[in-house]
């Protein structure tokens, strides 16, 4: 006979940032929040599928979705809420779900993440309620990764080192910047990326001064930058890695360019600190490379958050306020571009510990010349 099934644990991570969002709500005086991103419906429930509302108040949390996630959310969220399948429209379910729980008059929705159209669905069928406006309620919470979650960052960032040393073995002159992000991503998913957090920038020559480059049919010519920016996902969560590599030999303006933005990233990622600002971290990088002489060419902030979605809070940026959270993992991704000659940029992950920096993106920051 089989061993009758484990009881489910129910005070998991998930219940206790479900307990840590009800304060929030308390705060925000709203008697239940409307949680329409699905990667906040993720974290606060592990259900992954694409289809969802979850409604959370003080009394319960309930999952709406439809009927191909029936087995799916049952398996993923346990007792950590209920789950509703709706045979019609999630909208419907939510009507019923907010008549049935006493005492919610005002409801809170994700202002940043809310179609027009369903906020004009809230204001018509679910006109019997307040809907108040609310920012970063779940975000807040999800900045400050626990061991877990940094794990499996670690997990993606591990899976995209090996995928970028198999992708530099088999680059050649004349290879496309498609070829190239092909042979990348076949090498994620083969090390096991369950996607592409974004698509792959691969781009060679003075096409590398793009910063958002979308891989092209520009081919590789002998002495090209070649820069990768890429991500690797596992159980949801994702790493975000750039490396810049010459093809052939490197000329000395190369060289010089890189080793600008190899010190920055150095630097930040040695001196970053929670706790800091946003715009002190960035600073770092930032007056590092105009005291080199290039700040005119890195046009962009130094990095950004990563965990369930590839750009989150927090944001290091020079108009980047707030403090960094312990245990977030955010990237350093300084950059000097050089328009109609190339880019370098070079860009890890990190978390801040309570006791400093730590790299989860475990690849040489020096310059590898490939064999062309
Ligand atoms: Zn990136
Ligand atoms: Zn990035």
């Known amino acids: 006979m089989p061993a009758p099934l484990e009881p489910r644990r129910v005070s998991d991570h ?35 599928g694409s289809s969802a509302l979850l409604l959370v108040s003080q009394r319960d949390a309930v999952l709406i979705t439809d009927f191909r996630y029936q087995i799916q ?25 907010l008549t049935q729980v006493p005492g919610i008059q005002v409801v809170g929705f994700e202002s940043a993440h809310l179609l027009h159209r369903d906020f004009q669905r809230l204001m018509e069928a679910g006109s019997r309620w307040q809907w108040r406006p ?15 979650e940094v794990r499996l960052i670690e997990r993606a960032a591990a899976v995209a080192i090996r995928a970028l040393e198999r992708t530099l073995a088999e ?30 920038i691969v781009a060679t020559g003075a096409r590398s001064a793009l910063p958002h480059a979308r891989a092209s049919a520009a081919k590789i010519r ?37 080793d600008v933005v190899r010190e920055a990233n150095e630097q930040a990622s040695r ?13 770092i990088a930032r007056g590092y490379i105009e005291r080199r002489g290039f700040g005119d060419l890195f046009g962009h902030g130094l990095g950004h ?62 310059l590898l010349e490939l064999k062309s």
């Not at 920016?229 to 810049?244: I, M, P, S, W």
């Not at 001196?271 to 600073?283: K, L, P, V």
């Not at 020079?318 to 328009?339: K, M, Q, W």
């Open 271 to 283: 001196e970053i600190r929670a706790g800091m600002s946003g715009r002190d971290a960035d600073a």
């Open 171 to 200: 680059v050649r002159v004349g290879m496309t910047e498609l070829q190239v992000a092909g042979v990348l991503e076949r090498a994620l998913r083969d090390e096991g990326s369950e996607g592409f957090p974004f698509p792959s």
């Open 14 to 48: 998930r219940s206790r940032r479900i307990a840590a969002l009800l304060d929030g709500l308390t705060a925000a005086h709203v008697d239940a929040l409307l949680v329409t991103s699905l990667a906040n419906v993720r974290y606060l429930t592990g259900f992954s």
């Open 134 to 148: 609310t920012l970063d309620l779940v975000e807040t919470l999800r900045e400050r990764k626990d061991a877990n």
């Open 222 to 258: 002998d002495g090209d930058l070649l820069l990768l920016d890429f991500g690797a996902e596992v159980e949801g969560y994702c790493a975000d890695v750039t490396r810049t590599v010459v093809v052939g030999r490197a000329s000395d303006d190369q060289r010089e360019i890189y």
């Open 305 to 366: 958050g990563v965990g369930l979605e590839v750009h989150e809070a927090p944001r290091l940026a020079r108009t980047a306020d707030g403090a960094l959270a312990e245990g977030s993992v955010v990237t350093i991704e300084p950059g000097v571009y050089r328009p109609g000659w190339g880019g370098v940029r070079i860009e890890d992950d990190v978390v801040l510990d309570a006791a400093g920096p730590r790299i989860l993106t475990k690849f040489t920051r020096e």
């Open 73 to 97: 959310a049952a398996d993923e969220v346990g007792d950590v809420a209920r789950v509703t399948i709706e045979q019609q429209s999630l909208w419907t379910g939510l009507w019923q779900q």
